[in-house]
């Protein structure tokens, strides 16, 4: 008799415990009490959920807290040297960027003859006139940080890092399209002399 009463009392305590399982952890641990962007708390003094940055807070970007990375801008103006390193990799990056958010008006080449420009937005200049062969690589990184007039401001849109790539490549694309034969290293320059158009030896 007893034996045979003790078989529900395990089963109930079973039971028991599987119920614990599935509802005892409840949600809290997933439903915790917090404040959304923006949300107002009357647990701070000033009534705000956001906290604003401590003093001195650096950021993480690259370029730390260097000014010139973010702006372009020196103690003279604008820089005309790169503030990061330049490479044949930073060269290929910019060029890739310019096709994709530069070429559909600046052209290119950057004659200024894009095919949104050629649909009948107005008509930038030449990156190959001699105003901006003067302008420093620093201008071109303000334009696009900035905006510039009608061409509205790229620095939502693109990394500063990429917009340096964007600017050395501008500069490489104006020596490229304003070059003569003694700009080019000595075993290029033989090549195409002596070589097919292609600049292959025979
Ligand atoms: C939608 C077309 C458009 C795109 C895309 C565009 N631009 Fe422009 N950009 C213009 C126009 C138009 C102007 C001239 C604006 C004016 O004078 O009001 C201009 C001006 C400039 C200038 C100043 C030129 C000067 O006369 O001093 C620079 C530098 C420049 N753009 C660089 C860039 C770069 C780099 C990119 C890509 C990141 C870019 N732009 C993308 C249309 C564009």
Known sequence: MKAS???PSVVLAAGLALALLVSGCGRN????????????SP??????????????????ERGGIDPVFFTGMGPDGL?????IELSYELLQRGQERYDIFCSMCHGYTGEG???VVR????????????RLLDASVGYY???????????????SRIAPEDRWAIAAYVKALQLSQNATLDDLPNEVRRALELGDSEGRLP
């Open 29 to 40: 641990m997933a439903e915790q009490p917090r404040l959304g962007a923006q949300q107002a």
């Open 141 to 155: 990184f303000s334009a696009m940080t900035n905006g510039f007039g009608r061409m509205y401001s790229y620095a």
């Open 5 to 7: 009463r003790s078989v």
């Open 43 to 60: 647990f701070f003094a000033d009534g705000s959920g956001n906290r604003p940055l401590l003093e001195g807070t650096v950021s993480r």
């Open 119 to 130: 649909r009948g937005f107005p008509r930038p200049a030449s990156f190959h006139e001699q």
């Open 79 to 83: 820089v005309s040297q790169l503030p």
């Open 113 to 115: 003859d894009g095919m």
